[in-house]
């Protein structure tokens, strides 16, 4: 456990991915840093900040030839003593340095160890932290922006800003109940409520961003959906560019859900190719649909899938009105083989919103790149998903801000039934710690232990 270590000690680890590269990089962070470094290295004197060349060594033994950096604390990442060796990209390489480090006084860092030397100096707050590693998981360039947003300090800033708030309108409050004077009670029970509304406007913007920023780290569900042979397995194929499904002439080819990821316009996309619905006795069928509606249950975006070289049947219709209650796009398929009448038909739908339908051709690729930006459009015009230029993705900083908002509704409440003031204190210090785990100003270090766990080593 990450609680056992030993804040005296320096420690090393390699920086860089574990694999074959042109340059590998060895850290060291610790008091000792310089005196470990100086050790085992046999080239040009160590000065902050200069790069020096020389060989890495055990004893007499030659490892490489390298480049090394030292930095002086306080300015380096971790607020320690830093040394990074750049080696040959070699896994046998890098380790024997690593080996030799540890050798001569250096002890192996442990998971995430290096960022929360970091945090504990404080170098980054917790969001700041968890941000580095959302920003190395990061897939897309949107996942990219908003760890970058939040590695920047901007929810720290905005967090910091709202406790402010908080801090003095309880301090106001503590000064009245030390004075009891009715005409200040009354002004003091005014300009909390004041204050309590702005920090609940903030945090109820927040909430609602938090919706656009989880899917920026962990992807948009869409779920294609329709009857069977409608050409929902050709669409997903259609649309990565390969065959990931299994196609036939066959109704009811698909019998489970088939999940893929894939990139459009800086999103991560999550499709889920679902079996073709209808009612069937065939018992591993059924399991297929019931799976079908729960991947339609759980998308955020539903891709509606019709064939438009047969008529539009009334389970058609039906399978429509159970899904088109949420964002979806009506996927007319199979456009060069369009019976005569098909649009006319196309009417029994009934739907609401005819700018969310898109023709295309599974197997010729055509209107596969409208769809893609209709996909992208209607996750813009969502209105749950407004852009901000700070969107909680993380969901421990989301349970915070909305046990936040629970203790500020309960907090405004009590303000305004004009009962004693001090009534309001409780609340309103329940939504400072809430929104103090966020930055880790107030958060319990099994919660930080947990955090760095999951970082890799040498991160």
Do not use: W
Request: hydrophobic share 40%; glycine share 6%.
């Amino acid at each position: 456990m990450i609680n056992n270590q030993n804040y005296d000690d320096t420690i090393v680890a390699l920086a860089t991915a574990a694999g074959k590269s042109a340059i590998a990089i060895v850290r060291l962070s610790g008091k000792d840093s310089l005196k470990i470094a100086r050790s085992i290295f046999k080239g040009s004197e160590l000065n902050d900040r200069v790069m020096a060349y020389g060989h890495i060594a055990d004893n007499e033994n030659i490892i490489d030839e390298v480049n090394i950096v030292y930095m002086k604390a306080p300015k380096t990442y971790t607020g320690e003593d830093t040394v990074e060796i750049y080696c040959h990209g070699s896994i046998y390489i890098a380790q024997r340095i690593v080996e030799t480090a540890v050798k001569n006084g250096a002890r192996l860092a442990l998971p995430g160890e290096f960022t929360k030397t970091a945090f504990l100096n404080g170098k980054l707050d917790l969001s700041q932290a968890e941000a580095v590693i959302d920003v190395i998981n990061s897939s897309t360039k949107s996942a990219k922006d908003v760890a970058l947003n939040q590695l920047s300090g901007r929810l720290k800033s905005s967090i910091s800003e709202l406790t402010s708030l908080l801090t003095k309108c309880i301090a106001r409050i503590e000064v009245t109940v030390d004075y009891p004077e009715e005409d200040i009670e009354d002004l003091t029970i005014d300009e909390s409520l004041e204050t309590v509304d702005i920090v609940i406007n903030y945090v109820k913007k927040l909430l609602l961003q938090s919706e656009r920023g989880k899917v920026f780290k962990n992807g948009l569900r869409c779920a294609i959906v329709g009857q069977p042979n409608v050409g929902k397995s050709s669409l997903l194929n259609a649309i990565l560019g390969e065959s990931r499904a299994i196609v036939t002439p066959i109704a009811g080819t698909t019998r489970d859900t088939l999940e893929t990821h894939i990139d459009i316009s800086g999103v991560e996309v999550i499709l889920t190719d679902t079996a073709g619905i209808r009612k069937s006795e065939d018992f591993v069928e059924k399991i297929g649909v019931d799976r079908a509606y729960q991947a339609a249950e759980n998308a955020q975006i539903i891709l509606f899938v019709l064939d438009m070289s047969r008529n539009i049947s009334n389970e058609d219709i039906e399978l429509y009105n159970n899904i088109k209650s949420k964002p979806h796009i009506i996927v007319l398929n199979k456009e060069d083989a369009t019976i005569t009448d098909y649009y006319m038909q196309l009417e029994e739908l009934n739907t609401d919103n005819t700018n969310n339908i898109v023709t295309i051709s599974a197997s010729s690729g055509k209107g596969i790149s409208n769809l893609e930006d209709k996909i992208i459009e209607l996750f813009n015009e969502d209105s749950s998903l407004l852009p901000s230029e700070i969107e909680l993705s993380n969901v421990r900083h989301i349970d915070a801000v909305h046990r936040a908002e629970k203790s500020l509704l309960m907090a405004r409440d009590t303000l305004q039934s004009r009962v004693p003031v001090d009534m309001a204190v409780v609340d309103l210090k329940g939504a400072l710690l809430a929104l103090g785990e966020i930055t880790g100003a107030n958060v319990d270090e099994d919660v930080i232990d947990t955090i760095f766990s999951e970082f890799c080593v040498g991160k």
